[in-house]
């Protein structure tokens, strides 16, 4: 599963002048520190040091440090690209439209795998670093923050648990009936859900 | 973590004559047999055999195959049991109550550990047989039929999903601003999904 190609061929067997190793030697230092120390606790400069590379090779491969945890995380999908279109028409109805971006990423069979992988690493020492502190808010809360939505800080969360608890029944503890629900029970069931969590009355907010 | 009492004397050491032992023994091929063959592959002779006891020797001890499945999951408590207040006011604000006992439950320090334990066995290999084809249906479900509220094979799962998802990202990630809100807070946000889902329209139902 290394992020290195291996060549086809013997006459390209050996270490590449650069890219490839030196962008996999960068997503391992960004690993084991985001896991560690969570995002808050990882700084560019400390993955780029761990790499033994410049920080400015860390921003020239990976963009910014939200982008380069991202990439830590090795999903199949970036949650930020496919949620945006979701996004885009603006808070009605936002809960179904993600809803739906986000079974049709599980019930593809080719991205379930490695999803599963990271739902797994939730529960592992390292999950309270790389979730609760760095997938949630990094990547999902400011989904809430583009979807033009008061106090995402809160209203993320919220939506982020349902969301989870589904995923968890659904696709890995396969319990019925939710695991072999049709898209459109899910979605009666869930979006109203979702959707006060989004811009509903939650009765303890300003 | 033996269910053998230690004896705190001398004397009185060595293997007694019947109780520790056996209900151990039993424990030990419940916890094997449920892990591997889920609830409805396992049954009392089997345990029974792989303990080398009689069957009826395990009635005896643990009750009925529900019971003694309950007993093989090693809950600081017995779901059925603190829940059954909440339930016998009937379906009415039932959401809010039973969320206001497993809030009650989780926020206990005594009762977390050994309840994280088994969250996190959710996402090993037997979890699948433990929790999606034993712990909802032998457990969450019946108490769904004791409320008295229709179709429970559909609901309870949605009420354990959203229990779920709130316990992972509350007590196991931690993730702010769920770890620390106040429980009236949680109940605010959380106890209309949860009667919405044992009592409300779902859209899909007959």
Do not use: C
Not at 2 to 22: E, H, Q, V
Not at 80 to 100: F, K, S, T, Y
């Amino acid at each position: 599963m290394s992020a290195s190609p291996t060549p086809s061929r013997g006459a390209k067997r050996g270490r590449r002048p650069g890219a490839p190793d030196t962008r996999a030697a960068i997503l391992d230092s960004a690993r084991e520190l985001f896991a560690s120390g969570g995002f808050a606790g990882t700084s560019v400069r400390a993955v780029a040091a761990g790499a033994g590379v410049d920080p400015a090779l860390v921003h020239h491969y990976f963009g910014s440090k939200d982008d380069l945890f991202v990439a830590a995380l090795e999903l199949p999908v970036d949650p930020r690209v496919i949620v945006a279109p979701a996004l885009a028409e603006g808070p009605d109805g936002a809960g179904e439209r993600m809803l739906r971006v986000i079974l049709g990423v599980w019930d593809n069979d080719e991205h379930r795998l490695p999803l599963l992988a990271m739902a797994r690493s939730i529960l592992e020492p390292s999950g309270e670093q790389l979730i609760g502190r760095g997938f949630l808010p990094v990547v999902i809360e400011p989904l809430g923050e583009m979807l033009g939505i008061d106090h995402p800080d809160i209203r993320m969360p919220l939506f982020a648990s349902q969301i989870v608890g589904l995923i968890m029944l659904r696709y890995l503890l396969e319990a019925e009936p939710l695991a072999s629900m049709p898209v459109d029970d899910v979605v009666a069931a869930y979006a109203p859900t979702l959707q006060r969590y989004l811009t509903g009355d939650l009765g303890f907010l300003d």
